[in-house]
């Protein structure tokens, strides 16, 4: 079946300033964080190994309780040397927790250690003397504060290892090290004298991760969901959705992408990166959860508002007089308080259990109005804005430790222990994963690749192409095929993947193959859609 043309008219538009703006913000979150995998993902490939000093780096998770009363576990790492801590809680031990005197653990201790886990601080001495030092003082492990805020497994953490110039540690002791926020709530349970028990074990991930086809599912939905919105949904261009303000602003049409525009995206989301990388501080993190809130605000509403209108057009029509701002639709004063409550209660309990449902539903209707304000006009401008999206993926996580010493991306992408968590992701719990944490894909890596299937699915419509001899229905495999090459690419590599560094060539590359085959490259290339 063929798509009807579309209205010769000038379509009009939910105008959304802000969604435009965050477009260019999106990038920071366009790459797929690690999965599950082995602990491999940790290796440095750099350290020396040999007998006593060769053991992989494992994720542990650090279980306390203060007089008694469980809290929540923590995350270390583990050294090089040391034993091997057990793969689950049951086969480990509870120990009391003691700060040895001094408390970096590099002299004997004047506070008995024996059977305890030593809780000493990173400094004066190396980690080897500080592993000596516990063991011989009777301490049953050793637990690390490291002396830098952040994420314990940032790659610059990854340091406990040998040197060449060390003869073989032979230490039997457990090493594992907890960022500094970690380590400060494990001190202050003790504050007052009160009794801490710590417990450290080393889980194995699941080889299977059942959250990914989920995702897989959520990402290219979201994308088919949001092409095809304004035909499927809206209906008729010319009917508009009720706005935030009630009345259409007389210029609220869309906003069409352009080569320095596309360009500026770049740049701009550069610059942001850097900005995060090197002033990393929670009310950053707050800043975007707050744009974040804003625009899943606007996103809600429209989402919801098109659907009722499309079930019941006399709604449309009904309007309301109020001071201020005028005309503003029933179904605004309806839809937009009850949006407005699910968004604040979203925010207030952002790190509950459930709050990623809430997330992605705020995510998949704030990506549905973006690509319904946000056009690419021709693949020109498309390949300008892909092409430097795909720089900018493979210069900040695979060049940049060149030159920043760590994967600039990365860093960021994994923040910090405090501060809310960066919410431009869309995410899903790994329910078979003892660590009970999430898959997660970028905003970006949907967005970016879905600004150019959106386009295709206007450009068969306009061109009277159905799904056999148009575009959009490859570019949807493309889109689904490049997404599963980069859960494929995670899997093998056990870490996190660029996903635009296999969802461009599947995108951008097949429509201009197929352009080029039907020899219409010329016609897409200076398209006006």
């Not at 770049?266 to 950053?284: C, E």
């Not at 019941?312 to 001071?323: I, Q, S, T």
């Not at 309990?349 to 459930?354: A, E, L, R």
Request: hydrophobic fraction near 45%.
């Amino acid at each position: 079946m063929a798509f009807p043309a579309p209205s010769s008219s000038s379509p009009r538009r939910r105008g959304r300033g802000l969604a435009y703006l965050l477009v260019s913000v999106l990038l920071l979150a366009s790459r797929v964080p690690g999965a599950a995998g082995a602990d491999s993902e940790f290796e440095d490939g750099v350290s020396p190994k040999f007998p006593g000093c060769d053991n992989p780096f494992q994720k542990v998770k650090v279980t306390y309780w203060v007089d008694g009363d469980e809290r929540s576990s923590l995350t270390g790492i583990t050294a090089r040397f040391g034993e091997v801590l057990p793969a689950t809680g049951s086969d480990g031990d509870k120990r009391k927790a003691v700060v040895p005197a001094p408390k970096t653990g590099c002299a004997k201790s004047s506070a008995p250690l024996a059977s305890s886990i030593a809780v000493a601080e990173r400094g004066e001495c190396t980690f080897l003397e500080k592993a000596k030092t516990a063991e011989s003082g009777g301490a049953a492990a050793l637990l690390l504060i490291n002396d830098e805020d952040g994420q314990v497994l940032r790659v610059d953490l990854q340091k406990m290892v040998c040197t060449q110039n060390d003869t073989v540690p032979n230490i039997g002791i457990p090493v594992v090290m907890v960022s500094q926020s970690a380590g400060r709530k494990i001190l202050s349970g003790m504050d007052g004298g009160a009794k801490v028990d710590i417990l450290m074990y080393a889980p194995e991930k699941p080889s299977f991760d059942g959250a990914i086809p989920f995702l897989w599912l959520m990402a290219v939905g979201s994308v088919a969901c949001a092409s095809v919105w304004s035909f499927v949904v809206v209906g008729d261009e010319d009917k508009n959705a009720p706005t935030l303000g009630g009345e259409e602003a007389a210029d609220s049409e869309i906003v069409e992408l352009q080569t320095k525009t596309a360009l500026v995206f770049i740049v701009t989301a550069s610059l942001v990166l850097l900005f995060l990388f090197f002033f990393k501080s929670t009310w950053s993190a707050w800043l975007l959860v707050v744009l974040f809130c804003l625009s899943g605000l606007q996103g809600l509403h429209y989402v919801a508002s098109t659907l009722i209108v499309r079930a019941c057009d006399r709604c449309r029509e009904a309007k309301v007089a109020l001071p201020v701002l005028g005309n503003v639709t029933v179904v605004t004063l309806v839809i937009l308080p009850l949006a407005l409550i699910f968004v604040v209660v979203w925010a207030v309990h952002q790190n509950s259990p459930f709050a990623w449902v809430g997330q992605d539903l705020m995510g998949i209707c704030m990506m549905i109005l973006v690509l319904q304000v946000v056009h690419l006009p021709n693949i020109k401008v498309a390949t300008a804005l892909l092409v430097s999206a795909f720089m900018y993926d493979i210069f900040w996580v695979f060049i940049s430790p060149f030159i920043f010493k760590k994967s600039v991306m990365i860093t960021v992408a994994r923040g910090s222990d405090e501060g809310p968590s960066l919410p431009m992701v869309l995410k899903m719990p790994k329910e078979f994963d003892t660590w009970n944490g999430y898959d997660m894909i970028g905003f970006g890596d949907i967005l970016f690749p879905g600004l150019l299937v959106a386009f295709s699915f206007r450009y068969d419509r306009a061109n009277g192409k159905d799904l056999t001899d148009g575009y959009f229905l490859c570019l949807m495999i493309g889109y689904a095929f490049g997404l599963s090459c980069t859960y494929v690419g995670l899997y093998l590599m056990k870490s996190g993947q660029p996903a635009l560094l296999y969802l461009v060539p599947s995108t951008l590359g097949t429509i201009v193959t197929l352009g080029a085959k039907r020899g219409e490259l010329s016609q897409l290339w200076n398209a006006k859609v």
